[in-house]
């Protein structure tokens, strides 16, 4: 059973910054193409960036393009969403996913491509 537990959620201003992690438990994490999603009160689960096995390929969504950052340390079993620039319409629940037995240059940005999900920060981002 594969856990994930992300991390690094909380309350920012406007125009502020957070960093999450993801850390999945279990087998090795280089194994995993991985992903993150975010869902707001009253909407759907969207897609806001992923990042293959081997690093080479990326994803992200248009409304976090240029300020959201992915990226993964497979030293430390860990992938991380740098977000910049946050704006009030950025707050929501951040998912972290993973992807596994995919070749090392499979990325996606279908909810539905993911097998494990962690239980999901909170970020609020206020005006």
């Known amino acids: 059973q594969v856990q994930l537990v992300e991390s690094g959620g909380g309350l920012v201003q406007a125009g502020g910054s957070l960093r999450l992690s993801c850390a999945p438990s279990?087998?090795?994490?280089?194994?995993?193409?991985m992903g993150w999603f975010r869902q707001a009160p009253g909407k759907e689960r969207e897609f806001v960036a992923a990042?293959?096995?081997?690093?080479?390929?990326?994803r992200y969504g248009n409304s976090v393009l240029g300020r959201f950052t992915i990226s993964r340390d497979n030293a430390k079993n860990t992938v991380y969403l740098q977000m910049n620039s946050l704006k009030p319409e950025d707050t929501a629940v951040y998912y972290c996913?993973?992807?596994?037995?995919?070749?090392?240059?499979?990325?996606?940005?279908?909810?539905?491509?993911?097998?494990?999900w962690g239980q999901g920060t909170q970020v609020t981002v206020s005006s």
């Open positions: 279990g087998r090795t994490f280089s194994t995993y193409a």
């Open positions: 996913a993973a992807a596994s037995g995919r070749n090392p240059s499979y990325v996606s940005t279908n909810l539905d491509d993911y097998d494990y």
């Open positions: 990042n293959s096995r081997n690093a080479y390929s990326t």
